[in-house]
């Protein structure tokens, strides 16, 4: 479980092929805090770290999990937001997130408002009922507010402490970002679907 508040930035040093897997060699400035076996926020993925060595740390993504997800498109440079899961000891200065991407989400308009940066994202029209004004959502593992919406579309601002500690900048129009709806939300969805059949 994490919050969507992003520790840190990585870079991806290298990736290794396997049938269909991919192994992503990443460097980051708490890797080596990190333990084997530990469950970490990749970009909003949530991945087991498999090795810490040399300064990096080694994660894989399964088919699946590349298939849903923008890991495919990583290469060795890509700025990764990195969170470590959650302690049950103090505040919850995000929403509660997964770590479980639901589909991805296309930047189609990116501005810059002199001190703060109004990014547009558009997604399939069949997650529409999971975002609403105002509600949370987890863009690349970041804890955002979602307004504007419509039904394919919606804004976020990103304040400049974000967007200087995140993948954020690095995001053009164009870009696929990984995108995780609110966990309440989708639960509320579920049981009002089963109620109705």
């Excluded at 300064?55 to 993504?61: D, E, F, L, R, W």
């Excluded at 589909?103 to 810059?112: G, T």
Aim: contains cysteine; aromatic residues 8%.
């Amino acid at each position: 479980m994490f919050t969507g508040i992003i520790e840190q930035t990585g870079v991806v040093k290298s990736i290794t092929v396997k049938g269909l897997n991919k192994t992503f060699e990443i460097a980051s400035a708490i890797s080596t805090e990190l333990k084997v076996d530990q469950s970490v926020a990749h970009s909003g993925v949530c991945l087991t770290v498999e090795r810490i060595e040399g300064g990096s740390h080694y994660v894989t993504a399964i088919e699946e999990t590349l298939k849903k997800t923008c890991l495919h498109n990583w290469e060795e440079g890509t700025i990764v937001n990195i969170e470590r899961c959650m302690l049950m000891n103090g505040r919850l200065d995000g929403h509660i997130v997964q770590g479980h991407v639901d589909d991805k989400a296309i930047c189609s308009e990116k501005v810059d408002h002199d001190g703060s940066w109004e990014f547009t994202f558009t997604f399939d029209k069949k997650f529409a009922h999971l975002v609403i004004e105002k509600g949370s959502i987890c863009i690349n593992g970041i804890s955002l507010t979602c307004y504007n919406v419509t039904n394919n579309s919606m804004n976020v601002a990103i304040v400049p402490y974000t967007f200087t500690h995140t993948n954020m900048q690095s995001i053009t129009v164009g870009d696929a970002v990984n995108i995780e709806f609110d966990v309440l939300g989708k639960y509320i969805s579920r049981m009002q679907e089963l109620k109705n059949n």
